[in-house]
């Protein structure tokens, strides 16, 4: 099993920045990717960026492009997700996931996740 705990989400003012943690316990396949989430209040789940645990591939999500940047340290078993330069927009509960299993590519079907950490940007 693998279990998952984001950290580092608060709140900051517009153009202000955050780095998010997720600290993974299990076992972590570097053949797989972990992603990161977020939900907005009355909006949907969307995908942020997704990075492969055994290569240089991300995929970020246009609105986040130039501003966030994830990065991982496979011996910690953790992904970090530095956010700058944020916007209002921005804000939503923040979600680490880990082992795409399928589904629409990138942000499709993720097994395990986090419980999430709140980030409020204000205008």
């Known amino acids: 099993q693998v279990q998952l705990a984001e950290s580092g989400g608060g709140s900051v003012q517009a153009g202000g920045s955050l780095r998010l943690s997720c600290v993974a316990s299990?076992?972590?396949?570097?053949?797989?990717?972990m992603a990161w989430f977020r939900q907005a209040p009355g909006s949907e789940r969307e995908g942020v960026v997704v990075?492969?645990?055994?290569?240089?591939?991300?995929f970020y999500t246009d609105s986040v492009k130039g501003r966030f940047s994830i990065s991982r340290d496979n011996a910690k078993k953790t992904v970090y997700l530095q956010m700058n330069s944020l916007k209002p927009e921005d804000t939503a509960v923040y979600y680490c996931?880990?082992?795409?299993?399928?589904?629409?590519?990138?942000?499709?079907?993720?097994?395990?996740w986090g419980q999430g950490t709140q980030v409020t940007v204000s205008s």
């Open positions: 996931a880990y082992e795409y299993s399928g589904g629409s590519w990138p942000f499709g079907n993720f097994r395990y």
């Open positions: 990075i492969h645990l055994g290569g240089d591939t991300t």
């Open positions: 299990g076992d972590i396949a570097s053949n797989n990717y």
